[in-house]
């Protein structure tokens, strides 16, 4: 069965930083895109950061480029999220999910979600 945990989510200062963690199991992560999404009160699910199976990363959003970094290990069957010189406006529910191979910044081309881990950047 295949399941994603996602970790690494807390309260966090503004300035500071986070590594989030996807960890895969019931399957091979090696040919699945993995997509970080993240979902603020009240607000639509939006796509932050995307990595392929071939490692081709793709940034959704403007506002985190030069703050956040995805990148996978196939051989720990993770992927991460690396958030650096966190904003209030970063906080929110954090998601990772998967389709084969290649990437997709619409929410609904993932098929499978894990639940979730919250951030929340305030001083």
């Known amino acids: 069965q295949l399941r994603l945990v996602e970790s690494g989510g807390g309260l966090v200062q503004p300035g500071g930083s986070l590594r989030l963690s996807c960890a895969a199991s019931?399957?091979?992560?090696?040919?699945?895109?993995i997509g970080w999404f993240r979902q603020a009160p009240g607000a639509e699910r939006e796509g932050v950061s995307c990595?392929?199976?071939?490692?081709?990363?793709?940034m959704f959003l403007d506002s985190v480029k030069g703050r956040f970094t995805i990148s996978r290990d196939n051989d720990k069957n993770t992927a991460y999220l690396q958030m650096n010189n966190l904003k209030p406006e970063d906080s929110a529910v954090y998601f990772c999910?998967?389709?084969?191979?290649?990437?997709?910044?619409?929410?609904?081309?993932?098929?499978?979600w894990g639940q979730g881990t919250q951030v929340t950047v305030s001083s």
């Open positions: 990595i392929s199976s071939v490692d081709v990363k793709t």
């Open positions: 999910a998967v389709r084969r191979l290649t990437c997709a910044g619409d929410a609904r081309r993932f098929k499978d």
């Open positions: 019931g399957f091979e992560l090696e040919t699945y895109a």
